[in-house]
């Protein structure tokens, strides 16, 4: 499981059981459940990734 380390250090490890999709509609990325494939949050900027999870 991913964790965040010491305050300045950010992210350890990768978030396993998530995924990312672009979406050409709206030009945004959104984070998606692997285990459920559910939606669970779409990036505010268009444009950028989640740091640290998969792009399927």
């Known amino acids: 499981m991913a964790k965040n380390g010491p305050k300045g250090k950010g992210r350890s490890g990768t978030m396993k059981a998530r995924t990312q999709v672009?979406?050409?509609r709206n030009k945004r990325w959104t984070k998606?459940?692997?285990k459920s494939g559910r939606f669970m949050d779409q990036m505010s900027k268009k444009g950028r990734a989640f740091k640290g999870v998969k792009i399927k």
């Open 32 to 34: 998606v459940n692997a």
């Open 22 to 24: 672009f979406s050409s």
